[in-house]
């Protein structure tokens, strides 16, 4: 799993300034590779035997697909407390909030499809999960990013009657997906090896 994170960081920290060709094209893959691994997480669910591959490019396939699953509607996973995070506003938002205790990180007249723009989380942030609700023009996107960096550590969740974390489920969809994967993988490698280790042709 520690491969997948490393891969998801990659996304959250572009090397300079987003465009709008560029967020377009960030939150269309992540909706897609969210569609694409449902797909194939109910394939393996109707017939266990597709997770079992020996193929290393399948299991590198489905790797990616799950960090690509992870980018959020604002085209990014994790954000740092104190920290500039460049994201991509869905069409028509005029407010983006931070929840569970509300923050608003941007106002504006109502965004084009996918439009930059760069927000700091208030420094002092409690780390772990949170919301960011974009409203305008009668509609709402909502997404779940993790929070790290100069964040504040808490030993027990206190806040009740929080928002429902949207990005969670497919956290674990993701994680079933993968280990799916994995496990098929690991166990018709092991099925190849003969008793002197050599590998099989």
Not at 9 to 27: G, I, K, R
Not at 87 to 115: R, Y
Not at 118 to 127: H, L
Request: proline share 6%; glycine share 8%; net charge negative.
């Amino acid at each position: 799993m520690a491969v997948v994170i490393a891969t998801l960081v990659t996304f959250s920290s572009p090397a300079q300034a987003l465009t709008a060709e560029e967020c377009a094209q960030l939150v269309d893959e992540g909706v897609q590779a969210r569609a694409d691994l449902q797909k194939l997480i109910d394939a393996v669910a109707d017939d266990p035997s597709v997770g079992s591959t020996s193929d290393p490019d399948t299991a590198s396939y489905v790797a990616d697909l799950i960090a690509k699953s992870s980018i959020n509607v604002f085209g990014f996973v994790s954000a740092s407390a104190g920290s500039p995070l460049e994201l991509c506003l869905p069409e028509g938002t005029t407010a983006l909030t931070m929840f569970s205790d509300p923050v608003v990180l941007w106002t504006g007249p109502p965004a084009t499809a996918a439009q930059p723009v760069t927000v700091v989380i208030p420094t002092g942030t409690e780390c772990g999960e949170h919301d960011l609700v974009a409203t305008g023009e009668g509609a709402e996107q909502r997404a779940t990013f993790t929070v790290a960096g100069s964040c504040t550590e808490v030993l027990a969740e206190t806040v009740s009657g929080a928002l429902p974390r949207t990005g969670a489920e497919i956290g674990r969809i993701a994680a079933l997906g993968l280990a799916l994967v994995v496990i098929g993988f690991s166990i018709t490698r092991r099925r190849r090896q003969p008793v002197d280790g050599s590998v099989a042709g």
